[in-house]
């Protein structure tokens, strides 16, 4: 096969390599164990499925779990989300680690109907000159009167909180990241404990970065007896999520750096909601004409993304960035995802600005309005899985000031973020049957959100 | 999908691996020093010139910084200890600072003062001569101006390394 | 597809081995501007993570949304 053929060049190439004073004899031995492995990996790749038992053992050790990891998926009536919390935050530079600093954030995002506020803490220090810890408490107080939730429930209030420990070790120009995130709210856990290495190489103008994610979850569900909510002991759902992530960075010149990353995520088990309905039309149904139904998810997904950020100095000391990223899933999704972002130092003060464009085609089994009662296999209708577009802007002011007595580098922070979403194929429901508007002809819905984040930085 | 997508991503973790573990495994390629030190003249800070050839017959130690440079920060005032303690015996520190701009320089240097003079290389033709492949990067150079050490990098304990160096060098 | 991509793999593995001709061409004496925090891909972890979290509980998509690397390269 040609691609063994060109390993067995590569390989020859390596065992009678004795360039500089670098490769002598007792290094040669050990590239060719290394080669050879390679080798039999890579036989396999053409051959169907052959990554089984022998070839797991050798990637483990070369598997880990890189930033970009998600936690747990967080459920419950606040929808579908994949809690983003890799607070440990990316190795950025593979030869470094990173300041000692504290952070102390305060979030909220109100719209749609809904408010979501918290705090979020997080702590880093070195221990010694090669061990780095992270810690993150990060809390939700939701207050929920979304129109998902009033079309099929009653508004609540739920509180998530969210623990992630992490540590990174530096061992010449490699960093080890391990790291554990915990997050819990009254109808949904979740686990995930994550693995990565980032690799300095090449003069440090590459950087490349490998990790391995792994999630459980336990699905659970809340249910009304006699005005009061409580856990419905008849329901318990797992789900398992499995993420690959890598990602290669390399700057291209004194003022330009790219950044390429490739991430894989694979769930499996119950993936829907407990609490969110599909509707169907029902002209049995006076007024409203639909009936809602339970929705019902496949309960696999496997999904990719790839995305680039190019970020460039500015000759007058600022900085501008552009990303693109493109997703693709097993459930027809595909999202593009665009932002360009301005950061303007002038004197103690950082701002920052930012437009962010994302467009989605739906889920192959997502409807708003599906034409009868078991149309299909699978049914959705969460607005997440939607055909809409987006935009997002952003503002940001950072002060930077020297922390009195201590007399360390701080900083004061406010951020702030509008973002529009306008459903193509999502309808306020609620409006059905007022008058106006029958079940299928309810204007498109429209979201609207603001999100701020106060914060207070600390590197000591 | 699903499987050609897991071969994929395992093809391209496979490869990315192997050459991970192989430059983990290749130790840091560093020529050992030789030969004549290359001679130069560089502005220094406080006016005038700084040259090479001024402190032949003494040890000079030269260390490449940037005040942008974190190590190179954590080094300077243990350099600033070294530099007090050996001058009288014939060594001599020299400090080339790599901006382009000296202002950070200056700044961080009115903040954490040192003694030892600072020369500017705004060109960075010192820094190619020396082939300076690492911030920071320390080289000695002996009394008879033969380049004998090399190192790149800072971790604190370094400096225990270059006190050795330098004893057995001021004692030639 | 398959060839030009086995190619291409070797070809990475190789460069990252080291066995590349090519020589760094930012040099480490030039890398002032990486240090700098503007230039960073995350400069507060603790907001664009939060961030990160907002769209994607209201979008399909999911992964890649990092920035890695970069940084004055020091040691």
């Given amino acids: ?34 080669c050879r492995a390679l080798r039999g990996a890579f036989s396999g790749v053409g051959r169907g499925d052959s990554f089984g038992g022998g070839q797991k053992a050798w990637f483990l050790p070369a598997c880990r779990a890189v930033c970009g990891a998600f936690s747990g998926v967080e459920r419950g009536r606040w929808g579908k989300v994949l809690a983003v919390l890799c607070l440990a935050g990316a190795p950025a530079i593979a030869d470094v680690l990173p300041d000692d600093r504290a952070d102390v954030l305060y979030h909220n995002y109100t719209g749609g109907g809904i408010t979501i506020q918290g705090p979020s803490v997080l702590v880093r220090k070195k221990v010694g000159d090669n061990l780095s810890f992270t810690e993150n408490y990060y809390e939700d107080l939701i207050s929920s009167a ?10 609540y209030h739920e509180t998530r909180k969210q623990e992630s420990g992490s540590v990174d070790y530096l061992h010449g120009k490699t960093i080890y990241t391990a790291g554990y995130i915990h997050s819990r709210e009254p109808d949904y856990k979740s686990d995930t404990a994550y693995f990565s290495i980032s690799q300095s190489m090449f003069g440090d103008l590459t950087t490349v970065s490998m990790g391995y994610r792994r999630g459980w979850d336990n699905v ?41 990353n490739f991430e894989a995520i694979t769930d499996q088990g119950y993936l829907a909601s407990p609490y969110r309905k599909i509707r169907y039309l029902d002209p049995t149904v006076a007024g409203k004409g639909f009936t809602l139904a339970d929705q019902i998810y496949p309960n696999t997904r496997t999904s990719t993304a790839t995305s680039a950020q190019f970020k460039y100095y500015l000759p007058w000391h600022a900085a501008v960035t552009g990303q693109y990223r493109f997703y693709n899933d097993t459930w027809g999704i595909t999202g593009h995802t665009i932002e360009v972002d301005y950061t303007h130092p002038w004197r103690k003060f950082i701002f920052d600005g930012s437009l962010r464009y994302y467009l989605q085609n739906p889920a192959n089994f997502y409807s708003d309005l599906f034409p009868r009662a078991n149309y299909q296999n699978f049914m959705a209708r969460d607005r997440e899985l939607a055909a809409f577009h987006s935009i997002a802007i952003g503002l940001g002011g950072e002060w930077d000031f020297d922390f009195p007595w201590i007399r360390k580098k701080s900083s004061l922070n406010l951020h702030y973020n509008h973002l529009l979403i306008n459903y193509s194929d999502f309808r306020d429901a609620l409006l059905a049957g007022d008058g106006t508007y029958t079940a299928g002809n309810e204007p498109l819905y429209k979201l609207n959100a603001n999100v701020l984040q106060l914060f207070w930085s600390l590197w000591f | 999908m699903q499987n050609r997508l897991k071969r994929l991503s395992l093809g391209i973790v496979a490869t990315l691996a192997a050459g991970t573990a192989i430059m983990i495994a290749l130790p840091a390629v560093a020529a050992d020093p030789s030969g004549p030190a290359p001679q130069f003249t ?29 190590p190179c920060r954590q080094e300077m005032p243990l350099l600033e200890d070294i530099y007090k303690k050996y001058h009288k015996l014939g060594f001599t520190l020299i400090g080339v600072n790599v ?38 990067t320390t080289v000695i150079i002996d009394r008879k101006g033969n380049l004998r050490y090399r190192h790149i990098s800072y971790k604190p304990g370094d400096e225990g390394e270059y006190l050795n160096t330098i004893r057995a060098m001021v004692r030639e | 597809m398959g060839k030009i991509l086995a190619t291409a ?27 700098d925090p503007i230039m960073s891909f995350s400069r507060d972890p603790v907001s664009s993570s939060y961030l990160d979290h907002v769209f994607e509980s209201r979008e399909g998509s999911r992964g890649a949304t990092g920035g890695v690397g970069g940084g004055c390269g020091c040691n």
């Avoid at chain 2, 560089?42 to 940037?66: D, H, T």
Wanted: hydrophobic content about 40%; some cysteine; aromatic content about 10%.
């Fill in chain 2, 42 to 70: 560089l502005p220094e800070k406080g006016g005038g010139q700084l040259s090479l050839a001024q402190y032949k017959g003494q040890v000079v130690m030269i260390n490449f910084w940037a005040s942008w440079c974190g």
């Fill in chain 2, 99 to 136: 901006e382009p701009d000296s202002k950070a320089a200056d700044d961080w240097l009115k903040a954490t003062p040192v003694t030892f003079p600072i020369g500017y290389d705004k060109d960075s033709k010192v820094s190619q001569m020396f082939k300076v492949s690492g911030m920071p």
């Fill in chain 1, 1 to 34: 096969m040609q691609l063994v053929n060109w390993l067995k060049v590569a390989c020859g190439a390596f065992s009678g390599m004795t360039r500089g004073d670098s490769v002598g004899g007792g290094q040669k031995a050990w590239f060719l164990p290394a």
């Fill in chain 1, 146 to 155: 979304s129109i998902d939730v009033r079309l099929s429930a009653s508004p």
């Fill in chain 1, 220 to 260: 659970y569900r809340d249910v009304k007896v006699a005005g009061v909510l409580q856990n419905d002991p008849t329901f318990h759902e797992r789900a398992d999520h499995r993420g690959y992530s890598v990602s290669v960075s390399q700057i291209l010149t004194r003022n330009a750096i790219l950044d390429v």
């Fill in chain 3, 9 to 35: 793999l070797v070809m990475t593995g190789l460069l990252l081995a080291g066995c590349s001709p090519i020589q760094p061409w930012v040099k480490p004496y030039e890398r002032e501007h990486f240090a």
